[in-house]
Every structure is written in structure tokens, then in C-alpha cells.
């Protein structure tokens, strides 16, 4: 099978974020690959496994993302693609990645392609059916589940709270959801390994596109933090005392009685 997997390099969600100038401070931040493209790395190694084949993960973004695509080559990962567009691309969207993305899978047969359903650090979960619709094939996302059966697939999805499972066919693109997999952490020989495992870097031109051809649809107006959360109030005292200062606090403070 010829498989490929979506991956974006992202802010580690659990460190510290900062603004500067309307943009986030890169500055000290701390990069990993998107969690959710963790689940579709490694449910792309275990169909690969039983069913043979190759894994190919790829990236859009700078240089930076070589890091994270080295990870999951030492995950299992055959191959890696970083199509680097920092020189081009200054304020791209989901309509751009996507473009990019499609116009490098247009005629590498695949059979399956993987993503995650959302990026941490986005969250519009746009990217992969964007790709799916540009290259005419059938999607399926937020999956928790799939079994492959020659060019069949039958794939179960999370749907608000339950499940729903769908018979499809292959070329098949799906965007995984937790609970899809526990990824694996990349073992030292997977790290030696990954060392010499093929890793190319494209630009637009070689894909035949120009900055105005992947040109974002959309426009960040502004970028802030949440506001901070105040501090919470632990009620002491038995239960009808603790009912009465609730009741005064909801009256003094939150004025909502």
C-alpha cells in the first residue's frame, strides 16, 4: 500500500505562549508534532505492517519541521517530505496548505492518506478534507477505528458522544481522533534508523506553483491570549451554610439572583 501521512509541527500547548507585535513569540517555544497527527503516524505503521507497503510523512512549513519529520521516521515511518515555503508563503491558511499538499499527492497513487482530525494549535480541522475534495477522493473524519480488506475500508468515526461505521473504498483519506491508537514512543534503534531514512525538501517550484496559486482565502485580524482566569472560592461550613454564602455570592457578585 502506499500510504501517507498529514503532519503539522506545532506549539507544545502545555508551555508557555506568548504574543508579540500580533504574533506569537516563537522565541524559546517549544515544538512537537500535532498529538492528533501522532494517532494517524501510528495507525498508518500498523496498516502498513499488516498489509505491506510504505509509509511517506509530510509536512508544510520551514526547515524547523525537520526535527519533527526525523521523529517520525524514528516512530516507523519509511519516508519524509518537508515542502518548505518560508520563502514564498508569508501568510498562509487551511486553503493553502491544502493546495500545497494535493498538489504533491495528485499523481502519487495513494492508497490511503492520513491526518489528525484537528491541529492543537488551530483547531479548524479543515486541512485534510480540503486535500480529500481537491483530489476527488472519498474522507472520513474523527475516526476511532480502521480495518483495511484489500481495496476495501470500513472505518468507525466519533460522532458527539457515539459511533457511526462506514464502508468505503480505497484511494480513502481519514483524519484520526483520540483514541484511534496509543502511539508509540521512537525506540533508540528507530532514532539511529531515522538518521538515514530518505527526507526531501521541495519548494513550490517544484511543484509547479506559483505564491498567488496558494494564496490564503482568509485573514487573521488579530491574535491574543484569554483573558486570565480569577481565582475560585472554596465554601466552607456545613451544607446550609455553605448554600447560604452561594446564594449571597451569586447575589453580590456574579448578580445573577
Do not use: C, W
Not at 145 to 159: H, N, Q, S
Not at 164 to 178: G, H, M, N, Y
Not at 237 to 252: F, I, P, R
Amino acid at each position: 500500500m502506499n500510504i501517507f501521512v498529514l503532519m503539522k509541527r506545532t506549539f507544545d500547548t502545555e508551555e508557555k505562549i506568548a504574543i508579540s507585535g500580533g504574533k506569537i513569540n516563537e522565541d524559546g517555544a517549544e515544538f512537537i508534532i500535532n498529538p492528533y497527527d501522532e494517532y494517524a503516524i501510528e495507525e498508518a505503521i500498523q496498516v502498513r505492517d499488516a498489509n505491506g507497503g510504505e509509509v511517506t510523512v509530510i509536512s508544510v512549513g520551514n526547515e524547523e519541521a525537520e526535527k519533527q519529520l526525523r521523529t517520525a521516521l524514528a516512530m516507523g515511518a519509511d519516508k519524509a517530505v518537508l515542502i518548505n515555503t518560508e520563502d514564498d508563503v508569508e501568510n498562509g491558511d487551511q486553503f493553502t496548505t491544502a493546495k500545497i499538499l494535493a498538489e504533491y499527492l495528485k499523481d502519487k497513487n495513494a492508497d490511503l492518506i492520513l491526518g489528525g482530525n484537528v491541529a492543537i494549535d488551530g483547531g479548524s480541522g479543515q486541512v485534510g478534507p480540503r486535500v480529500a475534495e481537491l483530489l476527488n477522493i472519498p474522507y472520513v473524519t474523527t475516526i476511532t477505528k480502521l480495518e483495511i480488506d484489500g481495496t476495501k475500508a470500513t472505518v468507525t468515526r466519533d460522532v458527539e458522544g457515539d459511533s457511526e461505521v462506514i464502508e468505503t473504498s480505497l484511494p480513502l483519506l481519514v483524519t484520526a481522533q483520540q483514541g484511534l491508537n496509543e502511539p508509540r514512543y521512537p525506540s533508540l534503534p528507530g532514532i539511529m534508523k531515522a538518521k538515514k531514512k530518505p527526507l526531501d525538501e521541495l519548494e513550490l517550484d517544484d511543484l509547479d506553483l506559483e505564491e498567488d496559486d496558494v494564496e490564503a482565502k482568509t485573514k487573521t485580524i488579530e491574535i491574543y491570549l484569554p483573558p486570565k482566569k480569577e481565582a475560585g472560592k472554596v465554601l466552607s461550613g456545613d451544607l446550609a451554610d455553605q448554600v447560604k454564602e452561594l446564594v449571597q455570592l451569586l447575589h453580590t457578585e456574579a448578580k445573577v439572583v
